[in-house]
């Protein structure tokens, strides 16, 4: 039953004294309630803080700034750095004006130096004259043309200032002796007087201030590449009646 104390309501008799002790009624304890335990699905309320006002700084210009009339950094980086041009290097190339018959020619020449009679690029020369129906034998008209003209110096010797001079050269030349058709012979002929690329090979160009001009792989490329004279005999034939007109 648990009773761990029990007092009569009256004395018993032939019993033994009560014990003062137990006579005191104990003052009720009190028990704490007990709080469940949260339950992990209940849905808990978030606690929300009052937002908090950030603070921006706005930047104001100095009074050195304002007095030069310097404009901010920002601005500043932001301005795009100047890119200088690439250098591009003089190009290098010999040229000889020959005359046969009324055709001038503007020959590259294959080892800069001028033609020597038993050059083998002379001799090819030779035949396409002679198949051509002009004199076999051309006449040098002037000096070689050398680029560039100086070593040293600040003066512009780019492509434009080296097609100015080849064009300007050969206008002058024409000038003293009009011909039937100019040959431009190699790529640099082709390039710096005609104002075309290897593409123009074996076509008749239009050149302003220098008339009709017939386009020509060099004779460094004939001796390497044969096959390419079936082409050029073949532009040859459409174009001869030009000079031969002009010889009758």
Do not use: H
């Not at 004395?11 to 009624?25: K, M, Q, V």
């Amino acid at each position: 039953m648990q009773v761990v104390n029990w007092l009569p309501r009256t004395e018993l008799p032939f019993a033994a004294p009560s014990r003062p002790e137990l006579l005191e009624i104990p003052e009720p304890v009190v028990v704490a309630p007990v709080v469940p335990a949260v339950v992990a699905d209940t849905p808990v309320a978030p606690v929300v803080k009052p937002a908090e006002r950030v603070k921006i700084e706005v930047p104001r210009p100095s009074l050195a700034s304002t007095r030069t009339g310097a404009k901010p950094v920002e601005e500043a980086e932001e301005t795009p750095a100047v890119v200088k041009a690439p250098i591009v290097p003089p190009p290098r190339f010999a040229l000889q004006l020959l005359r046969a018959g009324r055709c001038l020619l503007l020959v590259e020449l294959p080892t800069g130096e001028s033609f020597q009679t038993r050059d083998p690029a002379y001799l090819l020369l030779k035949d396409m004259l002679r198949a051509a129906g002009l004199p076999d034998s051309p006449q040098i008209v002037g000096e070689p043309v050398r680029w560039p003209l100086l070593v040293r110096g600040t003066m512009d010797q780019g492509p434009e200032a080296a097609r100015d001079f080849v064009q300007g050269f050969l206008s002058v030349r024409m000038e003293e002796t009009p011909c039937a058709c100019l040959w431009l012979i190699g790529l640099p002929a082709v390039r710096f007087a005609g104002e075309a690329d290897a593409e123009a090979f074996n076509r008749e160009l239009q050149i302003e201030g220098l008339g009709s001009a017939w386009a020509v792989p060099g004779l460094e490329l004939l001796m390497e590449e044969p096959q390419r004279k079936a082409d050029v005999w073949q532009a040859m034939r459409r174009l001869m009646a030009r000079w031969k007109e002009s010889n009758e």
